[in-house]
């Protein structure tokens, strides 16, 4: 069992920066690949980015490639999101997500490859 707490979110102007933060607890953390989604109101909870177990493969969203970064330090047991040229549009709830797996998270896009989640954060971005 994986229990992830994410942190980091806010309200934030247009062109800005922000960075989440998500922290799990619980065994062989470094066995999981993570994801991040995200959700606004009235819509479906979609894919932002995931990375694998070890980092060495990442997986992008369209509408974020080039502006979001994912990394993760398996010691302190936490994934980050790195959110530079915020947009309006990536106002949302963002989710973090686990998966037992350790192989290529090219695949990863679904909410359905996860079975753990957080609670989510709130991401704000003002024009």
């Known amino acids: 069992q994986v229990q992830l707490v994410e942190s980091g979110g806010g309200l934030v102007q247009a062109g800005g920066s922000l960075r989440l933060s998500c922290a799990a607890s619980?065994?062989?953390?470094?066995?999981?690949?993570m994801g991040w989604f995200r959700q606004a109101p009235g819509k479906e909870r979609d894919f932002v980015v995931a990375?694998?177990?070890?980092?060495?493969?990442?997986s992008y969203g369209d509408s974020v490639k080039g502006r979001f970064t994912i990394s993760r330090d398996n010691a302190k047991k936490t994934v980050y999101l790195q959110m530079n040229s915020l947009k309006p549009e990536d106002t949302a709830v963002y989710f973090c997500?686990?998966?037992?797996?350790?192989?290529?998270?090219?695949?990863?896009?679904?909410?359905?490859?996860?079975?753990?989640w957080g609670q989510g954060t709130q991401v704000t971005v003002s024009s």
């Open positions: 997500a686990a998966a037992e797996t350790t192989g290529s998270v090219v695949r990863m896009i679904t909410v359905r490859s996860y079975e753990y």
């Open positions: 619980g065994r062989a953390f470094g066995r999981y690949a």
């Open positions: 990375i694998s177990w070890n980092g060495g493969s990442t």
